[in-house]
T-cell receptor, first 116, second 115 residues
């Protein structure tokens, strides 16, 4: 079974500052993928970043980076230079790679509010 | 390229009625997933199609839920009869067969309210 834990129900950050959203996971899979999605108030789920369990380098996508610490089973999302448009719910998720294990398991989410 | 679309965007029905949700995946995506988020809880997986075949339906809550994907294109999720606890947002997602991340592209969701 897979489990994702996001311990921060809500976070505040000042515009232009960096923020880290925490995510820890548990799985019995040897190979897996970790994802972060953003859900603005409009409701759609927007893919942000992906990290494979065997990737040696931390993933980066523009202002988003994933701080992957495999031994600690953590996959924190770092948003640099926060913008007002970053205010949204953020979900950490994971999946296996084997057939039949590709469904995403989500955490409970973190609501980020960027303040001017 | 059109994204994943879902219909309707909102549905309000009474307990005991039937509702059918539709998902049109991105063209060419063989994988189609259904998820739902009930009030205050996490997004939960329901089932996964590969083309027209059910790859994994371990998340379907009970036999009141029936999903189909005839012809391997769009999918429908029928709830019959609907219960109060079925209220929530139902998401559909699709992905390609190949791809490093097998990123799942989500639709906007259908908000279901059962009164």
């Amino acid at each position: 079974a897979q489990k994702i834990t996001q311990t921060q129900p809500g976070m505040f950050v000042q515009e232009k500052e960096a923020v880290t959203l925490d995510c820890t996971y548990d799985t019995s899979d040897q190979s897996y993928g970790l994802f972060w999605y953003k859900q603005p108030s409009s409701g759609e789920m927007i893919f942000l970043i992906y990290q494979g369990s065997y990737d040696e380098q931390n993933a980066t996508e523009g202002r988003y980076s994933l701080n992957f610490q495999k031994a600690r089973k953590s996959a924190n999302l770092v948003i640099s230079a926060s913008q007002l448009g970053d205010s949204a719910m953020y979900f950490c998720a994971m999946r296996g790679v084997a057939p039949g294990r590709r469904a995403l398991t989500f955490g409970s989410g973190t609501r980020l509010q960027v303040q001017p | 390229e059109a994204g994943v679309t879902q219909f309707p965007s909102h549905s309000v029905i009474e307990k005991g009625q039937t509702v059918t949700l539709r998902c049109d995946p991105i063209s060419g995506h063989d994988n189609l997933y259904w998820y739902r988020r009930v009030m205050g809880k996490e997004i939960k997986f329901l089932l996964h199609f590969v083309k027209e075949s059910k790859q994994d339906e371990s998340g379907m809550p009970n036999n009141r839920f029936l999903a189909e994907r005839t012809g391997g294109t769009y999918s429908t999720l029928k709830v019959q009869p609907a219960e109060l606890e079925d209220s929530g947002v139902y998401f559909c997602a699709s992905s390609q067969v190949e791809g490093r991340s097998n990123e799942q592209f989500f639709g906007p969701g259908t908000r279901l309210t059962v009164l």
